[in-house]
């Protein structure tokens, strides 16, 4: 991998990655053998995959690979990770992506109301010791909202869903280095939270709890400064998330190298954090790429003023 979403990235050596929507890898691939190679687009439920061929003479064909087993989903992709808490002798039954009942996940329809719930996150590695400060919105709770995330947690360095196991290289965020330094280095000066809300059988899908139609204010940047957007995804898919007019820089400990994206892929109760620099005045839309999620009400406006 030489680019991410078109800008230069250090070189990195891998055999598999998994990409959102709106997403864009350049690479370069070296043949070794004088044969034909496989290369394979497989969707994320396994449902499918397309092959097409690389090889050294026309009409050559690879063998295409038999698919692979669906991934299955676990408490920890409902941001209620026991082994984190310390639970490991609790089993949890997995969840198989294809057959999931999503009506068992419904909190709200089901009464359970975690809004005055606290929890002292700080016990889990997660404590805020930001010298900045963050701003926090209250969800809207309603039939729009089936679950919040209780434990979220950064997922950097996992290599997206059914690849936990594999033995071959296969990309991680936390592997991805600007090859050129930051153009901006300052710090934050302040944080915004932003919740990726959804209910997943009703297809509802929002931010902070809201829908775009019930919207009645954007997210406000100042002109010039420097703030970290924090994406905590509180539903059981991944969502790739989009800003226009501006880049993302990926919080991941790239230090003054960190990778330079468009779009940034939050995976399943995953708590991800992106440094903005608000250089362009105007209105630019902010949403996830998934169109459905989109036009369903998975949409804001962000107004940099």
């Known amino acids: 991998i030489v680019a991410a979403d078109g800008l230069n990235v250090q070189p990195l050596e891998v055999d598999e990655f998994q990409m959102g929507v709106a997403e864009t890898y350049d690479v370069i691939v070296e043949p070794r053998d004088d044969r034909a190679y496989a290369f394979v687009a497989e969707s994320i439920d396994r449902s499918g995959q397309a092959v097409a061929t690389f090889g050294p003479q026309p009409g050559m064909r690879a063998e295409a ?108 965020y936390s592997q991805l280095r600007s090859l050129t330094r930051n153009p901006d280095l300052r710090p934050p000066g302040r944080e915004m939270e932003i919740h990726l809300t959804s209910n997943m059988e009703r297809y509802m899908w929002s931010f902070d709890g809201v829908k775009f139609s019930e919207v009645t204010e954007p997210f406000i940047f100042h002109e010039g400064e420097r703030l970290r957007v924090t994406l905590i995804n509180d539903s059981m898919m991944p969502h790739p998330i989009h800003l226009h007019g501006m880049f993302f820089d990926l919080v991941n400990g790239g230090g003054e190298h960190m990778p330079r994206k468009h779009t940034v892929v939050v995976k399943p109760a995953e708590k991800l954090s992106v440094d903005v620099s608000a250089e362009h005045v105007g209105d630019w839309a902010f949403h996830c790429h998934l169109l459905y999620h989109m036009d369903a009400g998975m949409f804001q406006v962000v107004r940099v003023s």
């Open 65 to 172: 690979p038999a698919l692979r087993a669906v991934p299955t989903l676990t408490m920890k992709d409902m941001g209620m990770d026991h082994g984190a808490m310390g639970h490991d002798d609790m089993e949890m039954d997995s969840m198989d992506m294809a057959a999931m009942d999503h009506s068992e996940m419904d909190h709200a329809a089901m009464g359970h109301d975690m809004g005055g719930m606290s929890m002292d996150h700080s016990a889990y590695g997660m404590a805020n010791d930001a010298s900045w400060p963050v701003e926090k919105k209250d969800i809207k709770r309603g039939p729009g909202v089936a679950n919040v995330a209780m434990m979220p947690m950064s997922r950097l360095d996992e290599p997206g869903i059914g690849l936990e196991d594999v033995s071959h290289r296969v990309m991680r």
